[in-house]
């Protein structure tokens, strides 16, 4: 297993003495293959955190998701020499652990097919968010979607309120999670998500979608939100 506490400690004191940094593929790649343990220390200190918060999202536990993240490192290891370029390094490693955590739930028997994640049957915005059929706005808000800019700062960032965004998303199921915390934690675009999940864009787009407003309902539901119609 690979030793993260003494990794941060080698990688700290390297990058204080010698201010290693690597923002070009060719340049990490050549070193990686060289057995450069600080281009590796740089390389595990940087997409760590990030690889494990995406592994956590296909399997139940922090424990199953480190060892995929172990796991993840050690193909690296193993596969540096046969990367090829086709994509971005970061993108090649973040498919290898995609490859991984599937392999580990299907392991554990945790996955689930696309119908049950989609939840095709399951309405986006719950119905009694809106008129009932009969009144004369039947099919219009009840209660409009509160404007979040309107809020202070402060109540948005407050530590409870990301604490009530994180439970929501690791309450999600796999596919809609794995699709929010790549768009709106890591930052990666539609296409991106696409490709690395191997679903359409279409369903990107439907996950990302279930996923952001099974957050905002949350979120309002914490804050208490109303605003007059």
Do not use: K
């Not at 204080?16 to 060289?34: F, G, I, K, P, Q």
């Not at 009840?142 to 404007?147: E, I, K």
């Not at 709106?184 to 539609?190: K, L, N």
């Amino acid at each position: 297993m690979i030793d993260t506490a003494s990794r941060e400690t080698r990688v700290g004191s390297r990058l204080d003495d010698e201010m290693v940094s690597y923002t070009d593929d060719t340049e990490l790649v050549a070193a990686l293959r060289a057995g450069d343990e600080g281009a590796f220390c740089w390389l595990v200190d940087t997409y760590t955190a990030r690889l494990h918060r995406l592994a956590r999202s296909f399997v139940h536990t922090a424990a199953a998701a480190e060892e995929v993240v172990q796991e993840t490192w050690l193909a690296v290891i193993r596969g540096i020499d046969r990367f090829e370029g086709r994509s971005s390094l970061a993108t090649w490693i973040y498919r290898i652990l995609t490859n991984q955590a599937r392999r580990r739930g299907a392991r554990d028997h945790r996955s689930i097919p696309m119908s049950a994640v989609v939840g095709e049957d399951e309405p986006v915005v719950a119905f009694d968010n809106f008129f009932p059929a009969g009144h004369e706005q039947a099919g219009h808000w009840a209660s409009t979607p509160s404007r979040w800019q309107n809020l202070p700062p402060e109540q948005l960032e407050a530590s409870e309120t990301i604490d009530v965004v994180r439970r929501v998303i690791e309450e999600l199921a796999p596919l809609p999670r794995q699709v929010i915390v790549l768009r709106d934690v890591e930052g990666w675009t539609a296409a991106e998500v696409a490709d690395l999940l191997d679903i359409t864009d279409a369903n990107q787009r439907v996950l990302l979608h279930r996923a952001r407003t099974r957050v905002r309902h949350a979120v309002e539901a914490h804050l208490t939100i109303t605003e007059p119609t």
